[in-house]
């Protein structure tokens, strides 16, 4: 199928008062049309900074220090600036995982989805456009479309504000969808909900999606491939059923025994140890120090990522991953 999204060998680094901070090394993902995504990996490991990196929303004091991003074959980094803002406005919807930020405080919901239905697509009388907003607030399962497009942002809840967003980058017809946490902070009700709606979206837009979550379940449920991210490292790629079935990573292996969701019936069992710091990275395995499996080797020189399973396009960055699948997770029965 064709590529969409194409990010290749990414760096990114954050200036901060004492140094720098490397917080995505040597990262690559691809996207291609009609495909959900997955990215997942703990808090802080960089998710919704390579998101940042990909619409070129990085903090000020971030930069993208090396590699390519490449959406629909044109080349991101050197785009202009008023290129950039067209493919946000137009083809990427990236709704992100801060949404107060993205909304603009002054207007109201109803002003800023008419807003962007106007620029992007034909409208009539002002009453049909009411009911094209009304229409696109409804279809994100926004309660009371009518008084909800009445309201500023700030009188709208954090998941509210995420479904607000989501509609107006629907109202682009976008062709890639990058959404960071969207269903963090929902009830299980409406994360149900909001879950059936991403499924509608992608066969009715044939769009691709790009879903950050922490959540495996989440991404076990709607995703057709995953991408798994420890301190700013891409440990795993594959399809879901493979890398959630036979993982070949031990962080992935690891991450999988603590999913309630995916765990089942087995007792659910944290990492030992912690994410380590950005600002100073060690020689060797990123995940060494909490690895079941580390040997010496895995503690000097860079760790390349192998192939497992080249036709399934399923990838491990570990020495050691051939032993991880001979040893599928070990969590004891209950
Ligand atoms: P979460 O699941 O909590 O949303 P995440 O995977 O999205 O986490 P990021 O927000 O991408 O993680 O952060 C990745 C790393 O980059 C963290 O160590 C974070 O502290 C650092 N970082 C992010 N933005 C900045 C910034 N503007 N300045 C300095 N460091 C930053
Ligand atoms: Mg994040």
Known sequence: ??????????????????????????????????????????????????????????????????????????????????????????????VAQNPARSLNPSMTIGAQV????????????????????????DQVNLPDPAGIAERYPHELSGGQQQRALLAIGLSCNPDLLILDEPTTGLDVTTQAKFLDLVEDLKTEYDAGILLITHNLGVISEIADRVNILYAGEMLEKGPVDDVFTAPANPYTQALLATTPEIAEDKEVKPIPGRIPELDDIPDGCIFADRCEFATDECTSGDIETETVDAERDHESRCLHWQDVLDNPIDVPEK
């Open 1 to 94: 199928q064709e590529t969409l999204l194409s990010v290749d060998s990414l760096d990114v680094k954050f200036e901060v008062p004492d140094g720098t901070i490397h917080a995505l090394r040597d990262v690559s993902l691809a996207v291609r049309k009609g495909e959900t995504v997955g990215l997942a990996g703990e808090s802080g490991s960089g998710k919704s900074t390579l998101a940042l990196a990909i619409v070129q929303y990085l903090d000020a004091n971030g930069w993208v220090d090396d590699g390519s991003i490449t959406f629909e074959g044109e080349d991101l980094l050197s785009a202009s600036k008023s290129d950039l803002r067209s493919i946000r406005g137009n083809r990427i919807a990236h």
């Open 114 to 137: 008419r807003e962007t239905i106007e620029l992007h697509q034909e409208t009539g009388s002002s009453e049909e456009t009411d009911e094209r907003v009304y229409e696109v607030l």
